[in-house]
DNA sequence: AAGTTATATGCCTCATCGGATATATAACTG
DNA sequence: CAGTTATATATCCGATGAGGCATATAACTT
């Protein structure tokens, strides 16, 4: 079998724990860049970009295209679906639950 | 003035980094609970629990409300807001980035 | 009052994280 | 070819994280 194999799995919400990733991601967020780019101006040693990026990239947030001795990397729609995902399920549930906090407040007796 | 203090101020998504908060989020969208409610079958100390809600307090995403000797957690809808804001930014982005990376990238498949 | 229940803190330990430097690999350039 | 450029890996280190047990605090119970 050939080898695009996924390597290691990363969790998602732990690669976007970090703030540089966080801005990294952003950045992709105007189109792919070359590795070197995606930190420029972050006072970042070289490898540790380097790590990010494999940390994302284990995340399935982004995606490499190789390109001579140059990675594009860009944001990857199916990594971020499911983070998309979960925050969106947090969007709308609590119009009727704070109501029920008021009422199991109230069955406790102290109106 | 009393205090209603919003005590140390955590990144909410260094919040969300871990699992069990997350599950724990994930219950609350049923509702308060109670505290030691919310672990129920997670097979954590009640300190590792408490723990995880002082973080999760911590980053404005639960908020308590006391009620005798007990706590009642529920979700912080403002807290929430940020994350779920955060995610959506990256809903529609691609439509026409990929493009510029060229099409190349596009027989990758993304399911 | 003493006892129990609900929750939070303190302290310790172990694993993981993020960054740095040095080095490796591979692809261009002259 | 040697030299440079782009990126990745190796290794070390200090900081932080998560979990546990013991303990503190406060509120109910009897």
Redesign the pocket.
């Given at each position: 079998m050939p080898e695009s194999s996924p390597g290691a799995v990363r969790d998602p919400f732990?690669a976007i724990?970090?703030p540089?990733r966080r801005a990294m991601l952003a950045r992709l967020r105007g189109g792919a860049l070359?590795?070197?780019d995606i930190a420029e101006g972050f006072a970042?040693?070289?490898?540790?970009l380097?790590?990010?990026?494999?940390?994302l990239r284990e995340a399935g947030l982004v995606r490499?295209a190789e390109s001579?001795?140059?990675?594009l990397y860009s944001l990857d729609p199916a990594g971020l679906r499911g983070v998309i995902d979960w925050a969106a399920s947090f969007e709308a549930f609590w119009p009727a639950r704070l109501e029920a906090l008021g009422a199991h407040l109230r069955r406790k007796g102290d109106g």
């Open positions: 732990q724990a970090d540089t070359r590795a070197g970042l040693s070289q490898p540790a380097s790590k990010h990026l494999r940390i490499v001579g001795r140059e990675r």
